[in-house]
T-cell receptor, first 112, second 112 residues
């Protein structure tokens, strides 16, 4: 059974720092992996999608990498800003299914 | 602007009541999903539907049922609400041919 783990559970950094959020999964037979952002009391917004054949995806200050063989993904945030404060979740989708398995998230606080 | 709309942001119901949570999407997506989100447990899939009148159990279907009579609407039903169903409920949709989820804003249900 696929399990997705995110470490750390919470992180506080000063504004301007570069930071890395980690996601690991137990079954490497994935179709793709997504990173989401969730603001307090709100739904999720998709940030980046990496297909199983890809190694990384970039959008603005965000870069997500995928190492399928080791069951790991990282989300790199450059030059963090207070507006980046949110919970970041990763989710993996197995081949042959429509559903995603989610991690429990990393709660990020960027201090001004 | 494409949307997934959940009918209520906050809901308070009594134990034993029948509860309906409604989700409507305007993107002509085939797939729709209901998740619940609890602290420390992350998002867990309750039910999903990949077509009208089709439904599949997720990881935690007990105590819930669903209805998909029209493509745009996916309803989650709590037959007899219990206090352990107090949670944030999130609806999502996606097309068959692209793996990107769009989430609603969530319904925070409290059962007293």
């Amino acid at each position: 059974k696929q399990e997705v783990t995110q470490i750390p559970a919470a992180l506080s950094v000063p504004e301007g720092e570069n930071l890395v959020l980690n996601c690991s999964f137990t079954d490497s037979a994935i179709y793709n992996l997504q990173w989401f952002r969730q603001d307090p009391g709100k739904g999720l917004t998709s940030l980046l999608l990496i297909q199983s054949s890809q190694r990384e995806q970039t959008s603005g200050r965000l870069n997500a990498s995928l190492d399928k063989s080791s069951g790991r993904s990282t989300l790199y945030i450059a030059a963090s800003q207070p507006g980046d404060s949110a919970t970041y979740l990763c989710a993996v989708r197995a081949s042959g299914t429509y559903k995603y398995i989610f991690g429990t998230g990393t709660r990020l606080k960027v201090l001004a | 602007d494409v949307k997934v709309t959940q009918s209520s942001r906050y809901l308070v119901k009594r134990t034993g009541e029948k509860v309906f949570l409604e989700c409507v999407q305007d993107m002509d997506h085939e797939n729709m999903f209901w998740y619940r989100q609890d602290p420390g447990l992350g998002l867990r899939l309750i039910y999903f539907s990949y077509d009208v009148k089709m439904k599949e159990k997720g990881d935690i279907p007990e105590g819930y049922s669903v209805s998909r009579e029209k493509k745009e609407r996916f309803s989650l039903i709590l037959e007899s609400a219990s206090t352990n169903q107090t949670s944030m409920y999130l609806c999502a949709s996606s097309p068959h041919d692209r793996p990107v989820y769009t989430f609603g804003s969530g319904t925070r249900l409290t059962v007293v």
